[in-house]
Nanobody, 118 residues
Framework: QVQFVESGGDSVQPGGSLRLSCTTS????????MSWHRQAPGKERELVAG????????NYADSVKGRFAISRDNAKKTVYLQMNNLKPEDTAVYYC???????????WGKGTLVTVSS
């Protein structure tokens, strides 16, 4: 059974930082592209950042480039999202995703809430 444990969501002031974590179990972590997505109230879910199975390739939404950094620890089966200089528009539920491009298996976490407000 595939399970995700997401953590790190919190309420912070603009300019603050948070680190999200997503620890997985039940899947071969090194076979999956990992990514973070977010969904703000009244908006569609969007890709925030992704990282290749080996960790050598990363991609980011334009809105977070230079502020967010995705990383992974394959030994711990965990993916991270370091978020700096947070803005009110970053407020959303953040979801962890695992995608196997070969088998097309795709899994989602339950989400963790990030609120940026003064």
């Amino acid at each position: 059974q595939v399970q995700f444990v997401e953590s790190g969501g919190d309420s912070v002031q603009p300019g603050g930082s948070l680190r999200l974590s997503c620890t997985t179990s039940g899947l071969t972590f090194t076979s999956y592209t990992m990514s973070w997505h977010r969904q703000a109230p009244g908006k569609e879910r969007e890709l925030v950042a992704g990282i290749s199975p080996g960790g050598l390739s990363r991609n980011y939404a334009d809105s977070v480039k230079g502020r967010f950094a995705i990383s992974r620890d394959n030994a711990k089966k965990t993916v991270y999202l370091q978020m700096n200089n947070l803005k009110p528009e970053d407020t959303a539920v953040y979801y962890c995703n695992a995608n196997n491009q070969r088998t097309r298996l795709d899994y989602w976490g339950k989400g963790t809430l990030v609120t940026v407000s003064s």
